[in-house]
């Protein structure tokens, strides 16, 4: 009996599609990617389930949108009495293993102790083997195997020290300093083998060098980066080069209105993003440490395709590669992610099937969680649960376009078609932007502002946005419109038109 085949699932923190070379930008250095990409099928328009950390990855684990699993923001985590994805694979026989950041529960604040005390949450969400790591802001108070190298190589404190420098909540005090700024690129002051995206891509390649199990393995790899802060070292920095960098489309800020919930909405994340404050010159800065970091991912995922060749395990494994979610990147004027224009929602995905195929790109709209569904038609799981589709028809050539892709989180969602994006507060179901991405690709015009497509934003909430929000939402705790500020402690009151 043929064994069935591995699954290689590699994900980056925070990677935006168009800022790879496979997806046209000449400024990447991101050649694991690209090989990947030709010897696959590379997906254009797919989107992510929420532009934010904790909610889109609760959605890969649940193959649930972000309404029906809770986590819309990141202060909580998933029920235990959940179904996961990664249980189903454990049901077909697979060992399911991840190494790096998984954030399917909030790190910070943190209750004190090493991430190995922890594991007790990874293994019953389905994972039989955790070599977990926190994110790089999490670090800072976050013990996990990744500091612990650090802490070997007596690195540990000059790394904390530069990360409290650029933390904007240690800063509280002195917000203005220019190290906190989201758009700074100050590099790291370590040497490259001390970068966590370095440190994963290695202990994953020499996990896949020892793996000697019956059982085919699914194995997810998950990098820290290049989520901020943009903390390339001198070297990468180096290495990567002077080319010619990609600039935002578009550096007008986002048109914000004098109340209401998009006003609450874009007020509290421009500021976050210091908008304000932010340059051409900062944002090119920010783009090559962003690419810098890619490229050492990159490399990282190079070493683990090398290591599945050299142990005769590439032929049957498929590598599946995406992200999170994207980041803007000085497009609108803003940083990081968490807004729903098409920078932070749309992700890379990319399928190589074992022994590679001619490669293929698909340019219908599919949904990050999709490919939770394909992992387990992979293996022959189930998971009757499930609110998504498997993406294995494309490998064949068959058509796995959507007709929408949702997003959501801090209680907004997002309604994207291929010529048109509706975004709705989904407390009143009250329009926040409509852009007709035909007539306004870069999304400057905000037509629920200026008006003359009426018609059209009710028909989307007709056959999109009412349907979907008719059910009531799991909301453990005040969206961010409620609270009117980021720090999760805070309370707002709207006014009372903006109360349900």
Avoid at 307 to 336: C, P, V, Y
Avoid at 418 to 447: H, I
Avoid at 453 to 463: L, T
């Amino acid at each position: 009996m043929t064994r069935k085949p591995n699954i290689l699932f590699i994900m980056p923190d925070q990677q935006r599609a168009d800022m790879l070379g496979s997806y046209g930008d000449q400024a990447a250095r991101s050649t694991a990617t690209d090989w990947l990409a030709s010897e696959g099928v590379q997906f254009q328009n797919c989107f992510c389930q929420a532009p934010l950390c904790m909610p889109s990855r609760a959605s890969l684990l649940t193959e649930r949108y972000v309404r029906d699993h809770g986590v819309f923001q990141n202060v909580t985590r998933v029920n235990d009495t959940v179904p996961t994805c990664p249980q189903s694979l454990q049901a077909a026989g697979y060992h399911t293993a991840q190494i790096g950041k998984t954030h399917l529960y909030t790190h910070l604040p943190w209750p004190g102790g090493h991430m190995n005390g922890q594991a007790g949450i990874l293994h019953h969400y389905g994972f039989t083997e955790t070599h977990e790591t926190a994110g790089k802001e999490a670090s800072l108070r976050v013990d996990s195997l990744y500091t612990d190298y650090l802490q070997k190589h007596g690195l540990l404190e000059e790394y904390r020290t530069y990360l409290a420098s650029r933390n904007k909540h240690v800063l509280e005090d002195n917000p203005e300093m220019e190290a906190a700024k989201a758009w700074n690129a100050d590099p790291l002051p370590l040497p490259p083998h001390a970068h966590q995206d370095v440190w994963v891509g290695d202990y994953a390649a020499d996990w896949v060098r020892s793996y000697e199990r019956e059982a085919p393995f699914f194995l997810q790899v998950c990098f820290a980066g290049p989520h901020d802060p943009w903390d390339a070292p001198e070297e990468a920095l180096a290495e990567y080069g002077d080319p010619d960098m990609t600039m935002p489309g578009s550096f007008e800020p986002p048109e914000i209105p004098e109340s209401g919930p998009l006003s609450v909405f874009l007020n509290v994340l421009t500021e976050y993003c210091d908008t304000d404050t932010m340059t051409p010159e900062a944002v090119a800065k920010a783009r090559r440490a962003y690419q810098a970091n890619t490229m050492m991912i990159d490399q990282g995922i190079g070493k683990i395709i090398d290591a599945l060749r050299e142990t005769g395990q590439l032929d049957n494994t498929w590598i599946i590669f995406t992200s999170d979610h994207g980041e803007m990147m000085g497009e609108h004027r803003m940083m990081k992610k968490m807004v729903f224009y098409d920078a932070s929602v749309r992700v890379p995905l990319i399928v190589r099937p074992p022994g590679g195929m001619d490669p293929r790109t698909v340019d219908g709209i599919v949904e990050l969680t999709d490919i939770a569904a394909t992992f387990r038609d992979i293996a022959g799981a189930d998971l009757p649960t499930s609110q998504f589709q498997s993406l294995l028809p494309a490998i064949d050539g068959q058509d796995v376009g959507k007709e929408v892709a949702i997003s959501e989180a801090y209680g907004v969602a997002m309604f994207r078609t291929a010529t048109r994006k509706l975004v709705v507060y989904e407390d009143t179901q009250e329009p926040m932007q409509f852009f007709n991405l035909e007539n306004d690709p870069l999304e400057d015009r905000n037509l629920v502002l200026s008006g003359g497509a009426e018609e059209e934003i009710k028909a989307m909430m007709a056959r999109y946005a009412r349907p979907f929000l008719a059910i009531r939402p799991i909301r453990p705790a005040r969206s961010l419109i409620e609270r009117g500020s980021m720090a999760k402690n805070s309370f707002y009151l709207p006014d009372e038109v903006f109360v349900r």
